[in-house]
């Protein structure tokens, strides 16, 4: 199975590369379909590359210190936005006795939660998707956790739950025809769950939704929670929680009374008014309402205007819940009297940090919305020269080598192929060059030795000189990164990579060479680049500012985007040094800085994969994140020159007002 990533590997490349050609909106379209075919098949490659290395006992967990309930969060969070898109209320919970650190393989947790979660996402067509985290037997040195994922989906007919969690079985035919799969997601989940010292099994019926639950064994650890927020500054609180979902307000209620509040629930709007003004009526009023935003009949911003419109409920401050994607202007969440909004799931933290913040400075009434950064001076940013790279490339595969040679060529660069590392090392010797891309599985020689060679060879040569060697591997497990630092490589570039990784991993390591276009030589027409940038900006975004510009007559977006471009380089640079040092307190804050001042202006895919790495780095688990920050870098790339090119279109607007 490793060996069927090698033709997809190239599948992708040829097809990143076919994208970068000039295309019609059609042919666009088809290629768009053809890389998303080809990414889903080498997702169900990596699934039976898991299941074999488990079959063949060559697959073992880590046991490193985690906090749970970010990671919980993470997972859900990544996964709410498809359940939000078809509809679906997604709710989650970690009951308050549950520890918040826990050692043992958080990787392969978030694999089993990001399984179930999915499965529920993709049969289930309306109502809700619950998680749940219990507290299960625990001993002086181990906690054992319940865990939970329910759905309102098509259900499971009991004749076909006993199969579920064998290998390559699908519930039936008509499942996997209409919904695709290799049957192995669960199998892999069952026996990952076994490793963890748990058991695994599903209650359903048809048409009445599924309940799959697991256990598992962590070790325990004395680390304390990091800004959870503290029980007595919630104490004493009147809190009314507004959903009509029953499971939504359980679990709000949930998160508020263990923080101290005394906390009320109700399911429409009508009820919430009548609540409030009886409270009122007996010098009980409410000092908090949280109110969803999506409720029939009366809305959360209509609710909010008539609480804030009555003298006998106004004080009550407001707090509102949102769904992922929620695209409404922050102002218009203010003027309903609104002190903050929360993207549902709410994390705990969050909810309690917002109600705090809110009772403790009753005066203060600013929106939620992501700030962008003070000014700075900006960074310089290092000419490159005339001089193209010369790299050498050490690969035996023909298609991988024709993909790098292709994205190496259309960026300037003079390649060198070599088939083995023998060659590689020869070549080194004879050569002018300035990096080495070493393929780590060749066969005679692989990677890592040729790589322990030229090191020896350096040594003998005393002249002080270092080659850049990046390794180039397929592999992905969590130690193949240290596995390659260790045998004397400076980086690290994990099949199947892009072009822009390929440019970024290039330009970090060789700032003198002229690796300079992200696309095509050739230069487009002013049409086309007019494309590029609205294909790299969100327009709608950008226009909100523009809106603003008319209106006062203020170059607002030209300072913004300013702004952003002055810092967001030195940022980016501080963020990739918290990388290589693994430090995720400073990569979840930087990440979530960046992510902010990114979504405002329009940069929604730079901000996407911000938001992963932040929640890496929430869950401390940073294996994958070198490789994340580099698509990161390569996307900054993008919208630099993006947002460069509405610098002018933004001035006049001034002038004409």
Known sequence: SHEVRTPMIGVLGMTDLLGRTRLGNRQTRLVGTLRQSAETLLHIINDILDFSRIEAGKFTLDRIEFELRNLVADVVELLAELAQSKQLEVVYSVAPDVPDWLSGDPHRLRQILTNLIGNATKFTERGE????????????????????????????????????????????ETISRKYGGTGLGLSITKQLVTMMGGRIGVASAPGRGSRFWFTAAFGRCHRQATGRAAGSELAGAR??????????????????SAEGAACREVESGAEALALLRAAAGRGEGFD????????????????ARTIKASPETSDTQLILLTSIGWEEDSALAKAAGFCAYLTKP????????????????????????PQLPAEDPPAASPAPSEVAARVLLAEDNPVNQEVAREYLDDLGCRVEVVETGAAAVEAFGRTDCDLILMDCQMPEMDGFEATRLIREKERHAGAGEHMTIIAVTAYTTPGERQRCLDAGMD????????QEELRVMLRRWLPDAAMLDAGPREAAPQEAAQEAREAVLDQSALDKIRAVDRKTGREVLSKVIGIYLDRSSAELRALGAAVVREDAAAVTKLAHGLKSSSANLGAQT????????????????LAEAPALFARIEAEFERVRPALEAELPAAAPLSESA
């Open 491 to 498: 980086d690290y570039l994990a099949k199947p990579f892009d």
């Open 129 to 172: 998707i619950e998680i749940r985290v219990k507290l299960g037997r625990q001993t002086a040195d181990t906690v054992s956790l319940d865990f939970q994922v329910k759905d309102t989906g098509i259900g499971i007919d009991p004749a076909d739950q006993a199969n579920l969690f064998e290998s390559f079985e699908q519930a039936n």
């Open 239 to 256: 809190v009314l929680v507004v959903d009509d979902n029953a499971t939504n307000r359980e679990v709000l209620c949930q998160y508020l």
């Open 606 to 621: 730079l901000a996407g994969l911000l938001k992963e790495l932040e929640h890496r780095g929430r869950g401390e688990v």
């Open 288 to 303: 908090l309402a949280v109110l969803d935003m999506a409720m029939p009949e009366m809305d959360g911003m209509e609710l």
């Open 346 to 369: 709410v994390r705990q933290n969050d909810l309690c940090r917002q109600a705090m913040r809110i009772l403790n400075l009753p005066g203060s009434c600013d929106p939620a919305a």
